[in-house]
């Protein structure tokens, strides 16, 4: 069964531009997470995507936002983008809403803003 | 109240050792506590998770220990492993829809041969 998989690996962007980051949850899984995992600060909840819907959102400004598709595919975009959001970008699925369902991680895209 | 607190930053044990990770939380609607190792370059993947009814769980050479009252929990690696050196993050959620976990900081654990 193939993993949560993650485009691109890196990412170099400067800062004021924007950045699409995309995931693949598992086959099977509806509900995908973001999460930024910047260095000494852990893993940040970013967004929840269900069924197409965004459930909840973290402590992150507008310019963070994303979608998910009909095929539960999903897509993180970070506009007007600024040095501290250089970070590991992980994306996560699970089988259903519930949070007793695990949480699959990506290998995540490394996004950096010069 | 929404943090976890997550304790030492960084462990250093030799093989055989005992390394104990241990967090602690202020929001007593956490009903699910997930632990996650992560390799350099990977994803975090699940290690081993409790709900607060149970006091102690294991699974294989990993042991979770969970104090309600303190709302503290703790990781402990029997038999560590060189190959055991990973970052491990404990994670805390609300079990009601919200998707959200909530990690500690991390501990980066390394095990000398």
């Known amino acids: 069964e193939a993993g949560v998989t993650q485009s691109p690996t890196h990412l170099i962007k400067t800062r004021g531009q924007q950045a699409t980051l995309r995931c693949s949850p598992i086959?099977?899984?509806?509900?995908v997470y973001w999460y930024q995992q910047a260095l000494g600060l852990g893993l940040q909840f970013l967004l929840w995507?269900?069924?197409?819907?965004?459930?909840n959102r973290g402590n992150f400004p507008p310019r963070f936002s994303g979608r998910q598709f009909p095929n539960y595919s999903s897509e993180l975009n970070v506009n007007a983008l600024e040095l501290e959001d250089s970070a590991l970008y992980l994306c996560?699925?699970?089988?259903?809403?519930?949070?007793?369902?695990?949480?699959?991680f990506g290998p995540g895209t490394r996004l950096t803003v010069l | 109240q929404q943090q976890v607190k997550q304790s030492p930053q960084s462990l250093i044990v030799q093989k055989g050792g005992i390394p104990i990770i241990n967090c602690a939380y202020e929001?007593?609607?956490?009903?699910?506590f997930p632990w996650y190792q992560q390799f350099p370059g990977k994803g975090p993947a699940l290690l081993i998770a409790?709900?607060?009814?149970?006091s102690e769980k294991k699974e294989g050479r990993f042991t979770i220990s969970f104090n309600k009252s303190a709302k503290q929990f703790s990781l402990h690696i029997m038999d560590s492993q060189p190959g055991d050196s990973a970052t491990y993050f404990c994670?805390?959620?609300?079990?009601?829809?919200?998707?959200?976990?909530?990690f500690g900081q991390g501990t980066t654990l390394q095990v000398k041969p």
């Open positions: 929001n007593t609607a956490f009903d699910y």
């Open positions: 409790i709900r607060p009814d149970v």
């Open positions: 996560a699925s699970s089988l259903s809403p519930h949070s007793y369902n695990e949480q699959f």
């Open positions: 994670a805390a959620t609300v079990s009601s829809n919200t998707g959200k976990l909530i």
């Open positions: 086959s099977g899984h509806t509900s």
């Open positions: 995507y269900d069924e197409g819907e965004e459930r």
